[in-house]
């Protein structure tokens, strides 16, 4: 009898399918449109449109600034909480998680609307604070995406390390800034990730909340609604490569951090 | 006075449809594949089933599932129960009068641009129901197959479109030409209304809703709502600009004020454009927001005192508010008001010459314009059918009495109806007797009066150019311009940046 297995070439092959169909593809019909015109010849008027309009840059920065302020509140609230989660010796640790991660679960437009009706009943009127609004809505969709890769990597801080910090003569301030602040980096870096790149262009929560400001995301969509598909692919692919470029930086960072942790370990072991 | 009562096994499917768009299109070619198959079992052969690729707005059609209690008893002696898909039921009805089988495939599109997208991109479908400006779009670009001879054919029974359609959608329809054609010879119509404001009669006057001003009018500032689209946002915008002219006396009666009136509101001269990407600015800065559904929520719990509101919108959103005794009313503005109307096209790559699918999908849009059908979609939709009936056909015109005509004897109104029903709007005929609410509440949305007609332009389609300019002057209204960041933010950008460089810098020198 002849056993069946497979190699492991052929065990890519339907993951290969699938990246070939839904990513390679619409990437290479993206890059046609983004570098022709409406008359099907090679142009860069799409590339210096973006770059030279106030108006487009302007929603960049709009956009950046949206992401930056979420992912820095994000990060201040969800810090501390996953400290106290990892480091507290809580029977029921899991539990208490599961509260922040809980809201996960609920589908993300239902909540944006009920907060809609929590921050009517605090502002009165909504659309004096856009922008505050946005970041709120953001912050509250994304947070647990910060929490857990920040709780993570805390859960799996060695202890011994921070025990030697303490035989060495460190007080807790100082054990926290030199042991468990820069050992939790990766956490944090891929925390950072998860919540800046989606709150670059998640366009309903703006929507869902009144701010009628573009943002990177619904920018793209106004210019597929007037048929230009040139400059929305244009700004697609240069939202695409701004991720990339952020991607590859904070990878390199989080793994300068990775190797100063395997060294140390690398040390202790000695 | 009866009340309108809606389904409710409608209301929330149409929720659940409006959550999950897309469900609504797998539902439906689902339900057709599982449908679908005992009728093409009975079929002689598969090669003998018409495949009608039908593409219609989401919620647009009535999918049936009535309770028994909803069952509308006309006066007239017709009742009406929606128990099955309108799609369904023609299937059957196909089979009975032309003996021959077809199958639907029913799917959905959101918006008119969406749906044109989806064309260049090549899905084919048979028939669709875009708007007006679309139409204009497909036909000046000769993507559409004008209806046969046989349909226009008012000797022949089941025409119930020709036969039943109203003789004003009718004349709107015949009346504007696109190079040289007029509409009616592609497009049939299935529903339409005009644009207005919906507001609180407790917060503000009627005078002071009934202008294009009002979403410029700071003592209403970040109370009122525009709409979340370059079209409608545009011409709110040329009503307040032109609000001067299009009100003066010597405008409004002008010989050829209809005339004119279509001119100015579609006016796309750069100095316009210009004009309107400014006073957009302003009135997105007075409002309280850029919406396309919420705000009829909005509207219904008092966040907002006025909004610019489709008609059918408006009828759905003070048919709400009602039942909680609060009583919105809806005015349109008096420099002018937006006709505008969907309607039944055939797409020249899906007919593909086929004339026996050709005469299914015509059939399909007749079925639709069966009077009895047309309430259905009423009831279910919200909005104004364009059909009338055919003569000595009164269902629609006693439906109409079975939702807004009253009894008593005090506090009524006489609200003609004519100019829809027979073309003459002194016909005594077609006189509903109403409460006197009614007259600029859900009555006088669903039916406009005469006068506020003859008020009311077409917004024509832009040519390639025109819609780059205007959406470009949409895009500059909505971005964010990057010389209104305040210097404090850049500073404080600086700041930071050197602040980072820093920590970065003296840690480098602490490690060697």
Known sequence: ?270 | MKRRKRCNAGRLLRLSAGLVPAACAAGAAVMGAALGQPATAHAAGKEDVIILRVCNWEEYMDLGEWDEEERIELENGVSILGERPLYKEFEDWYRETYGKEVRVEYSCFGTNEDLYNQLTLGDTYDLVCPSEYMIMKLMAEGQLQPYSEAFYDRENEYNYYVNGVSPYIYRTLSENEINGESWSKYAAGYMWGITGVLYNPEELSAEEASTWMLFHNPAYSRQVTLKDNVRDSYFAALGALKSELLMDDAFVSDMRYQERLGAEMNDVSPETIAAAERLLGEMIDNSYSLETDSGKADMITGKIVANYQWSGDAVYAMDQAQEDDFYLKFAVPQECTNLWFDGWVMLRDGIGGDVQKQQAAEAFVNFLSRSDNAVRNMYYIGYTSSIAGSAGDDTVFEYLNWCYGAEEEDDVIEYPVGYFFSGNNEDEAYVITAAVEQADRQLYAQYPSWEVLQRSAVMEYFDADTNKAINRMWINVRCFNISEVPVGVWLLVLLLVLAALGVRYSNKRVKH
């Open chain 1, 1 to 270: 009898m002849n056993k069946w297995y497979f190699s492991r070439r052929q065990l890519c092959i339907p993951y290969g399918l699938f990246l070939v169909c839904f990513v390679a593809a619409p990437l290479i019909v993206i890059i046609y449109y983004a570098f022709t015109n409406g008359q099907g010849r090679f142009s860069i008027e799409n590339l210096s449109d973006f770059f030279t309009s106030p108006n487009t840059i302007g929603t960049l920065a709009y956009s950046f600034g949206v992401a930056v302020v979420t992912t820095c509140v994000s990060l201040l609230l969800a810090y501390p909480i996953a400290y106290i989660l990892a480091r507290s010796k809580m029977k029921h640790k899991t539990a208490v998680l599961l509260v922040f991660i809980m809201p996960m679960w609920i589908n993300f437009t239902l909540r944006i609307t009920a907060l809609k009706e929590i921050l009517t009943m605090l502002e009165g009127n909504l659309s004096y604070y856009p922008f505050l609004n946005t970041v709120i809505g953001m912050t509250y969709d994304f947070l647990p995406f910060m929490i857990l890769p920040i709780y993570t990597t805390l859960l799996k801080l060695d202890n011994s390390l921070l025990e030697a910090a303490c035989d060495l003569g460190a007080d807790t301030l100082r054990t926290f800034v030199k042991v468990t602040l820069p050992l939790s980096v990766p956490g944090i870096i891929s925390g950072i990730v998860m919540v800046f790149l989606p709150s670059m262009t998640n366009y309903v929560v703006l929507d869902m909340l009144y701010n009628s400001t573009y943002i990177m995301g619904s920018l793209i969509g106004a210019y597929f609604a007037a048929y230009d598909w040139h400059n929305g692919s244009m700004i697609a692919l240069i939202l695409l490569l701004i991720i990339l470029i952020f991607t590859l930086f904070t990878n390199r960072y989080a793994d300068e951090e990775n190797g100063r942790e395997v060294h140390l370990s690398g040390k202790e072991n000695m």
